[in-house]
């Protein structure tokens, strides 16, 4: 075998060694690590309640639910408000009109704007649609209020002169505001809505649908602000610059106000809109807490009849609500400080671990008789491998919670204690990541084969120099002899020349004397 290839046998052999090396420094060492890592994958923890339409598509499972009859409703839903999970669903899909549930993208923009503290001037631009038909609070032309009266009177009283002052007192204009309410409708996941104005007057292209005034509310109710104005029985504004009465403004919302019927006053229920035009029918977007359980409903299209047995809209949804509580039960997966998970950090000081808490409170919504502890899995999903150092707090995956196979909540993951680097393993991967990167390794070995191959023509080189030099001095050396055999026979031969001539000169001398 030539010395090339036992050379590159030789690379080869220790390229294999040290890849079983690494491999071994970063397997887990212990059946703890090794059992749930299959559990485990990287993914990039969020850090908001997902109010997205993805979160809406699956069913609480149960099978023992008592519907209840939603005959005189176009579309009905039930909702758990702390997943998104979906209890009921009756054309939840089908775009409907949806009157004045519209004042709650009306109200949540306002409250996430940069006006709110400011006083509002009603501007004839705002007013000028106003009819007495409508639902309004009697503002007037030049009345100066201050947005938090504008949007109290909106959502509790459904005031469409007070959303028209807002809109344009946020956006500039009814068109401008319009823009930002198609837009948030958008980034919300609200792919079935469409606003052509701020408080629900009936157009034909101002359409939504059941999930997608869910997907809304759920996320207007994550605002405390906007949560405790749609809880309200009444509202009170005191007189103005043009309006010399106090404004008592009771809430549109029966389940809260008895201003026209204590027929359907309903405790559990926290808000949040009502709605109605002639096209829309009437419309309810409720929310309700008993024991423990948050709960979501909205009914569209309903052929109310008066204020009380026949009101169906507040008929249906507290028939959903009165189903949704008494057949689920809501238990606490996880809550801050309780350990989920133990974790090996990579680089750790004195292989010291990482113990991962939520940070904030996990509950989950099923069905009466389950096991919350027996029929919830979790599954934890980290942002990637665990390194040192470790701060306490930081944030480093989250945990989802699942049901039957379906995602029920989640939480983010932060470490419960502190991890020190040692910073000799690290230098020593650094090293050991240099050596094996791709980027250098193979250059390397690449150019100690071209240096082995270089030096190995080299020594052909050399060699076959040594070899031209030894023959080019043993030419020289022969003709040097030949050269100096000629002269010697050349002088042997002048030399008896030369002798034969003295010789002959000597008898001539010889013969003359005689």
């Known amino acids: 075998m030539s010395k090339k290839k036992i050379f590159i046998s030789v690379i080869s052999a220790a390229v294999m060694t040290l890849s079983v090396f690494v491999t071994a420094l970063a397997s887990p060492d212990d059946e703890a690590a090794q059992a749930t890592q299959a559990a485990v994958t990287e993914s990039a923890a969020q ?21 209840p009859d939603t005959s005189h409703a176009e579309a009905a839903l039930l909702m758990d408000m702390n997943s998104g999970r979906l209890i009921y669903g009756k054309n939840i899909d089908e775009r409907l009109y949806p009157a004045s549930t519209t004042k709650m993208m009306t109200g949540i923009l306002a409250l996430e704007s940069d006006h709110m503290g400011e006083t509002a001037t009603a501007t004839y631009e705002a007013l000028k649609d106003i009819t007495l038909e409508d639902s309004h609070m009697g503002i007037l032309i030049g009345e100066e209020l201050t947005m938090t009266d504008l949007i109290n009177g909106m959502l509790v009283y459904s005031a469409n002169d007070a959303a028209n002052v807002i809109a344009i007192q946020v956006a500039g204009s009814m068109e401008a505001f319009v823009d930002m309410m198609n837009a948030k409708a958008q980034e919300l996941g609200m792919t079935n809505t469409h606003f052509v104005n701020a408080c629900g007057t009936h157009n034909d292209d101002h359409y939504t649908t059941a999930r997608d005034l869910a997907i809304l509310a759920r996320y207007c109710m994550q605002n405390e602000t906007f949560r405790s104005i749609v809880s309200q029985p009444t509202y009170h504004i005191a007189p103005t610059n043009k309006y010399a009465l106090d404004r008592n403004l009771p809430a549109t919302n029966l389940f809260l106000s008895t201003s026209r019927s204590s027929y359907h006053l309903y405790e559990p229920c926290t808000g949040i809109k009502t709605g109605t035009t002639e096209a829309a029918g009437h419309c309810l977007v409720a929310s309700a807490e008993y024991n423990g359980i948050s709960l979501l409903s909205v009914v569209l299209k309903c052929d109310d009849q008066g204020v009380n047995e026949n009101a169906y809209s507040y008929v249906i949804t507290r028939g959903l609500f009165d189903m949704g509580f008494n057949n689920y039960q809501s238990g606490v997966l996880a809550s801050p400080g309780n350990i989920v998970y133990d974790s090996k950090v990579a680089e750790a000081k004195d292989d010291k671990r990482v113990t991962l808490t939520v940070d904030t409170e996990v509950s989950a919504l099923i069905p009466i008789g389950d096991d919350i502890s027996t029929e919830v899995e979790s599954v934890i999903e980290l942002n990637g491998e665990l390194k040192a150092p470790i701060a306490r707090g930081a944030q480093l995956g989250r945990i989802v919670y699942n049901y039957k196979g ?11 204690n502190d991890v020190e680097l040692n910073m000799v393993l690290h230098v ?36 076959k120099r040594r070899i031209q030099q030894l023959k080019q001095r043993k030419r020289f050396e022969e003709e040097q002899r030949f050269s100096n055999t000629d002269r010697i026979n050349s002088n042997s031969e002048l030399n008896r020349t030369r002798s034969k001539g003295a010789n002959s000169r000597y008898s001539g001398d010889r013969r003359t004397r005689r």
Not at 47 to 67: C, F, I, K, R
Not at 406 to 416: D, P, Q, R
């Open 47 to 67: 850090t908001q309640p997902d109010s997205s339409a993805a979160s809406y598509g699956e069913y609480v499972e149960s099978d023992s639910l008592t519907v």
């Open 406 to 416: 379906t995602e029920i909540g989640s939480a983010n993951l932060v470490a419960a």
């Open 428 to 463: 020593f991967n650094i090293i050991i990541g240099i050596i094996i990167n791709p980027l250098v390794f193979i250059p390397v070995i690449l150019l100690i084969i071209l240096a082995f191959i270089a030096r190995s023509r080299k020594k052909r080189r050399d060699r």
